[in-house]
């Protein structure tokens, strides 16, 4: 079936004149001989065949239906008589009888509704073609379902379903919203439908059976009042919701019991570390967490008080008009202030970092330069998605957690709660971060980096009301929640001064910073063989782990600022080992070449200051060396620190020209610096026909990027509409392909195959650095055994770029060695523009088996080489099947309940999967997957769907495969931008 419909997309037959002819279909078995073609006909009425579809989901094995209801074992065979099958009715003894179709219709079910052939009642679930089908087929397989496997009960006034499956229970909850029924979840994975969405059950879906039919109605019956309320309790509190119906008879309560719901919080990151001295970063999408910054400064004596979280005359770190307009921060900024704590000065260096999704990157880099970080979580709405993503950015460069949470005056003020009842919220919002670092951190860190609200490593209170207390404090201070509870009793002047006398922010924050965090003494010991993986033992190593102010020096940049007026560019970063002097002559082991450090720069307040020398374990810039964010500084050629991982890529695209030809150059080289001060923007630059694209994280990213070249940079451009970007992969291993060099004295013979899943998750992880191997490497071959990879084959790795893998598997080969880089050169091109349409390729192990070539070394040379490896490595691939894979997001969408249906709606308009849906109160939660091609606009969409009363954040990202009716279409595009000929 699929070769015939390549065949007639191939010679533009019309799939519908073709199905409407074919007599019947076939399913072979394998036999050689007689009986192996069991015949089917296509379904003529498709809702029919759903019917049937949902009647094999609850009571069919394999071909066979176990007929429960004669009632539904005759409306069975009738289907399948009109589908041209021959049922035969199969009974022994007094068991249940059974009817027995053929292996072509449990087949077809298999792979249109994933109807599973073995162990069916554990593996049953709603296949994508179901949740993508039209919803007049969805509810007669519902139907049939139900009919088989649902009641109506009586002790619950409920329509019932339950399942052995816990994935069947989870679609069919997400499935049956689109009909606006909104079944509970019950615990011994059943489903409940009653009130409200019992009447839409029977009006969208109802039962076939006459006897479940009847049973319907007269449940239903008691929901038919003029008001229906649904109760929906949350532990001892409750919430009615009620809807007017048309006939006005009596008026009955048909109740809902929600078992539980979960809620959450953006939250905000902040960092700190050094021994008399720490660092800290603060993450500010939201204002308070930017004023939170301003407060600490003027704590500090940086800045006036009275402008500290002001909108026009503080946010001192907002550094950019365009941060100002929006409210929020866009750029890292690094601060420094000093801190008394129990009589010791501690020097604080704080790294202010925006929350905004677009701009993680920051964070990432961030990271790299501190020790320890403050999450932030609001006290109402408690820990959301992206708090779990920047948990994983900490965590993963072994940065330290402690937890404040914010925004308490909306607990006191909105929830109007008493003193008992914050503690409780307190308790729940702590116990849901310890769990995600249970569940997120390395095995040792696990418990060791658990928060506790008596230790202090938990504080609370309000940015932006200037006060903040732990249980430590309130202690020492004497204080209770019932004082706070009356906080918001005073009016503004008395509540000032007593939060300055009893609950200053900046000393309990600081105070935590301090006690908590760890300083770069201690911090090293752990961080350093995660983030660099050098030898551990040699000096550089030794002094690493030590923090050694006289040993090997060692800085790493994590950020590039270009001075718009002189235009130089100043390096900020961590300086790991060793010191930093003006005029100091140092290597940068990524760049391979030599520079000079005109100053050394450190923060006071904002602002920064020039100094002779600095030792390591601060945060600091340097000026006069030209670096990348990742770059290692080093006073000779050592081991580089592992490269940045962000944890999302770049997935929209924007063509990008000056208005005048005349500004071609000037173009270039803005680009190029935008693309060194944010290394999340990916730039390809076409110097021949002054077209140029622009990678970022999404719409916003790219807004402000193209804003800031136009207003800041004063280059007038044109952009033109977002542009998704897509991934290329192989399904299977591939024969061996050869690739002859244009002078026909050398032939590479390559192999590919889809990289092991554990490999390319270990890579994605950061488990394993990304680089070409030329030595041994203990450390990678054992990390790859352990992940299931031969002792042999893991020592045939050569390079590792972008997720995919090349590996040597030659021998006795006397000029490999020669022409090995160049072949690796030729390894890294495929791997940035695949065969398909010259997109990037993903999860790729490619295999050199073998090679000629010619003995003189002037007849291999780049020329000869790289057009022979891509031919060879292109080859393979479209021999193991190259497919095109798209960018998907799964985002978490937030709106008051009352727009449930009009989200779920817009979300299955762009080809969106729904993940979860949670309810609480009078807000909903729903949790999508949905390709990145369809969110173009995404916000402005939420936004007239909800009418302004919707938002959405971001969870995870990953590339999956695309569907094949789009495949074909998008590549024509693809290579019709790219100006591709047929044959290129």
């Not at 990213?701 to 007038?716: A, P, Y």
Request: proline share 3%.
């Amino acid at each position: 079936m699929s070769d015939l419909t390549r065949i007639c997309r191939l010679f533009n037959i019309d799939l519908e004149l073709i199905y409407n002819n074919l007599e019947f279909i076939f399913y072979r078995t394998g036999k050689q001989r007689g009986g192996n073609s069991l015949k089917m006909k296509l379904p003529e009425n498709l809702e029919e065949f759903f019917y049937l579809a949902g009647l094999f989901l609850g009571d069919g094995s394999e071909r066979k239906f176990i007929v429960g209801k004669e009632e539904l074992g005759n409306k069975l065979t009738e289907i399948c008589r009109i589908l041209g099958l021959e049922v035969k009715r199969r009974q022994w003894g007094n068991k249940t009888p059974e009817l027995h179709t053929n292996l072509t219709l449990a087949h077809t079910l298999e792979a249109l509704f994933d109807y599973p052939l073995r162990k069916k009642s554990h593996n049953i679930r709603i296949s994508d073609f179901v949740f993508k089908s039209e919803s007049k087929y969805i509810a007669r397989l519902l139907k049939g379902y139900f009919d088989t496997d649902g009641c109506v009960e009586k002790s619950r006034s409920a329509v019932t379903i339950s399942s052995a499956s816990k994935k069947m229970i989870e679609d069919l909850h997400l499935l049956l919203l689109r009909f606006g029924i909104v079944s509970i979840k019950e615990k011994d994975n059943t489903l409940s439908i009653s009130g409200l969405s019992a009447l839409n059950f029977e009006k969208e879906i109802g039962f076939g059976l006459n006897e479940k039919s009847e049973k319907l109605k007269i449940l239903v019956k008691k929901v038919s009042g003029s008001i229906v309320c649904d109760t929906i309790r949350v532990g001892n509190q409750a919430m009615l919701v009620n809807k007017l119906l048309k006939s006005k008879c009596s008026e009955e309560l048909a109740f809902i019991e929600i078992k539980a719901i979960e809620s959450g919080f953006q939250d905000m990151v902040y960092d700190f570390t050094i021994p008399e001295t720490h660092n800290f970063a603060a993450e500010g999408m939201i204002i308070h967490n930017t004023a939170m910054t301003d407060n600490l400064l003027a704590a500090s004596g940086y800045m006036a008080a009275k402008y500290a979280g002001d909108l026009e005359q503080g946010m001192a770190t907002w550094q950019h008009s365009d941060e100002q307009e929006r409210l929020l921060t866009v750029d890292a900024a690094n601060v420094s202030m000093v801190h008394d704590f129990e009589g010791e000065e501690y020097l604080i260096n704080l790294i202010d970092t925006p929350g905004h999704v677009d701009f993680s990157g920051n964070v990432t880099r961030a990271m790299r330069a501190i020790d320890g970080t403050i999450i932030l979580v609001c006290a109402v709405e408690g820990i959301m998605p992206q708090t779990e993503t920047v948990i994983k950015q900490a965590l993963k460069e072994r940065v330290r957690p402690v937890l404040f949470i914010n925004k308490f005056d909306r607990l006191i003020k909105e929830l109007k709660i008493d003193a008992d009842r914050m503690q409780q919220r307190l308790i729940k919002i702590i116990n849901d971060f310890n769990k995600l670092i249970e569940r997120i951190a390395e095995p040792e860190f696990k418990e060791e980096w658990q928060v506790s609200i008596n230790d202090g490593s938990v504080v609370f209170g309000s940015a932006r009301d200037n006060w903040a207390l732990s249980v430590p404090f309130m202690k020492k201070k004497g204080i209770t929640f019932k004082d706070i509870r009356k906080l918001y009793d005073m009016n503004e002047e008395e509540r000032k001064d007593w939060c300055w006398k009893n609950a200053p922010l900046y000393e309990v924050i600081l105070d935590m910073v301090v006690k908590h965090l760890p300083n770069p003494l201690e911090a090293q010991k752990y961080r350093i063989p995660r983030i660099w993986q050098g030898d551990l033992d040699s000096q550089l190593g030794k002094d690493l782990m030590s923090c050694n102010p006289e040993g090997k020096t060692a800085f790493v940049i994590t950020r590039v600022v270009i001075d718009p007026r002189a235009g130089k560019e100043i390096c900020a970063g961590r300086l790991f080992s060793g010191k930093l002097t003006e005029g100091m002559e140092v290597w940068l082991n990524l760049a391979k070449r030599r520079q000079r450090i005109q100053q050394v720069l450190v923060y006071n307040g904002i602002k920064p200051e020039q100094v002779q020398e600095i030792e390591a374990g601060n945060v600091l810039a340097i000026s006069g060396i030209s670096g990348d964010a990742g770059e290692t500084v080093t006073l000779e050629e050592e081991t580089p620190f592992i490269e940045l991982k962000h944890l999302f890529e770049p997935v929209v695209t924007e063509s990008i020209e000056g208005k005048k030809s005349a500004d071609l150059p000037k173009l270039i080289e803005i680009l190029r610096t935008v693309q060194k001060e944010d290394p999340t923007i990916k730039v390809e630059i076409n110097e021949e026909t002054g077209q140029h694209l622009i990678s970022g994280l999404g719409e916003l990213h790219l807004e402000i990027v193209t804003n800031r070249i136009r207003t800041e940079k004063g280059l007038d451009i044109i952009c033109s509409p977002p542009i998704v970007v897509y991934r290329e992969t192989i399904l299977k291993e591939s024969r061996t392909a050869e690739g002859k060099s244009p002078n026909k004295h050398n032939v590479f013979f390559m192999e590919v195959e889809p990289l092991e899943d554990e490999v390319y998750a270990a890579i994605k992880a950061g488990e394993i650095a990304e680089g070409r191997i030329k030595k041994k490497n203990e450390v990678l071959w054992n990390k790859l055994q352990s992940l299931g990879v031969p002792n042999d084959e893991a020592r045939q790795y050569r390079h590792i770029y972008r997720g995919c893998v090349m590996q040597d598997r030659t021998k006795g080969e006397v000029h490999i060695g020669e022409v090995i880089d160049m072949i690796l050169d030729a390894f890294e091109q495929v791997v940035d523009a695949g065969p398909l349409a010259r997109e990037p390729c993903l999860k790729l192990k490619v295999k050199l088996v073998d090679t000629k070539l010619h003995e003189d070394a002037i007849h291999r040379g780049p020329a000869q080489v790289y057009p022979a490896v891509r031919d060879a490595i292109r080859g393979a691939m479209q021999d193991a099947k190259t497919v095109m894979l798209e960018p998907v997001q799964v985002i978490q969408l937030e709106a008051p309940l009352k727009y449930m249906g009009d989200i779920t709606k817009l979300v299955q308009s762009k080809r969106g999967q729904l993940l979860n849906v949670e309810q609480e109160m009078d807000a909903t939660t729903i949790k999508a997957k949905m390709p990145v091609s369809e969110m173009i606009g995404m916000a402005g969409d939420l936004r007239g769907a909800t009418e302004g009363r919707g938002s959405f954040s971001l969870i995870d990202q990953a590339f999956e495969r695309m569907p094949s009716e789009i495949q074909e279409k998008a590549i024509r595009q693809i290579r019709s931008r790219r100006g591709l000929a047929e044959n290129e």
